[in-house]
């Protein structure tokens, strides 16, 4: 499985940004699918993960109420809708697939990696 993501600015604080993930492989349907995000000078975080039928989604607390992840099997997609962004939310984006691990907050149990993408929320 490969996966390319896409849809990263620049943006001001309270604003929006939809991330798209596309994936290749007929295998992806079956996979749980979510985002990371790391910002300079961190650790690279959870952000969001949901289920491979799109029955479950979780959410890290520092974006709960504001990101909503979503899939489209048919397409091979997964979205990430960032509303109300903060600067905070500054980070390069990583999409990712199949959990392999017991946790799926910790970034070691995800096996497929998309390159990234940049988004910047100024004030």
């Known amino acids: 499985v490969q996966l390319q993501a896409s849809g990263g600015g620049l943006v001001q604080a309270g604003g929006s940004l939809r991330l798209s993930c596309a994936a290749s492989g007929r295998t992806f349907s079956s996979y749980s699918a979510g985002w990371f995000r790391q910002a300079p000078g961190k650790e690279r975080e959870f952000v969001a993960s949901i289920h491979w039928s799109g029955g479950g989604t979780y959410y890290a607390d520092s974006v709960k109420g504001r990101f909503t992840i979503s899939r489209d099997n048919a397409k091979n997609t997964v979205h990430l809708q960032m509303n109300s962004l903060k600067p905070e939310d500054t980070a390069v984006y990583y999409c990712?697939?199949?959990?392999?691990?017991?946790?799926?907050?910790?970034?070691?149990?995800?096996?497929?990696w998309g390159q990234g993408t940049l988004v910047t929320v100024s004030s």
């Open positions: 990712v697939a199949q959990i392999i691990g017991q946790d799926y907050r910790r970034p070691n149990a995800h096996n497929y």
